[in-house]
Antibody, heavy 117, light 108 residues
């Protein structure tokens, strides 16, 4: 069974930084494109970033470019999202997700990031 | 950027009825790389349909997807109590990946 488990969420002040982690199991992590998708409270889903199997390509939504960095460590079956210059509007549940190509087949349960003073 | 517009915003139906959800794209979705997801309160989304019309593993056959180009439809042939949820379409053909705003299927 595919499992994705996120960690690292919490409360951070505007302008602060946070690093999210995601641990994968039950599948060959190194063969999946991986992604972060977020959902603000009471709102819809919003793709944030994704990364190729070997980490050689990354793509970001415009509003996080230059502030967020997606990375992975296939030896540790882990995905990361380094977030800096956080804004109130970044408050959301962040889901780790992955699949074949850019299709998102599997999702974690999410970790809540709250940006507030 | 491909903008996806879902309609209606809310669908009020009774168990056993048929649900028809629409997703319209601002431009043609290459290779019909259009997916549908179901999300229940407090849960992560679940993949239902990919490639516009292919059911994901374990998805009941009362769920079906159709359409191509810019117009796509998710049909639930007979609503079961567990089907009341929010449904999102998503295109995964071009970056940025985009989601529709969602359709809530609620019990009438």
């Amino acid at each position: 069974e595919v499992q994705l488990v996120e960690s690292g969420g919490g409360l951070v002040q505007p302008g602060g930084s946070l690093r999210l982690s995601c641990s994968g199991s039950g599948f060959t992590f190194s063969t999946y494109w991986m992604a972060w998708v977020r959902q603000a409270p009471g709102k819809g889903l919003e793709w944030v970033a994704n990364i190729k199997q070997d980490g050689s390509e990354q793509y970001y939504m415009d509003s996080v470019k230059g502030r967020f960095t997606i990375s992975r460590d296939n030896a540790k079956n882990s995905l990361y999202l380094q977030m800096s210059s956080l804004r109130v509007e970044d408050t959301a549940v962040f889901y780790c997700a992955g699949g074949s190509g850019w299709l998102i087949q599997h999702w974690g349960q999410g970790t809540l990031v709250t940006v507030s003073s | 950027e491909i903008v996806l517009t879902q309609s209606p915003g809310t669908l009020s139906l009774s168990p056993g009825e048929r649900a028809t959800l629409s997703c319209r794209a601002s431009q043609s979705v290459p290779r019909n790389f259009l997916a549908w997801y179901q999300q229940k309160p407090g849960q992560a989304p679940r993949l239902l349909i990919f490639g516009a019309s292919n059911r994901a593993t374990g998805i009941p056959d009362r769920f079906s997807g159709s359409g191509s180009g810019t117009d796509f439809t998710l049909t639930i042939s007979r609503l079961e109590p567990e089907d009341f949820a929010v449904y999102y379409c998503q295109q995964y053909a071009t970056s940025p990946l985009t989601f529709g705003g969602g359709t809530k299927v609620e019990i009438k």
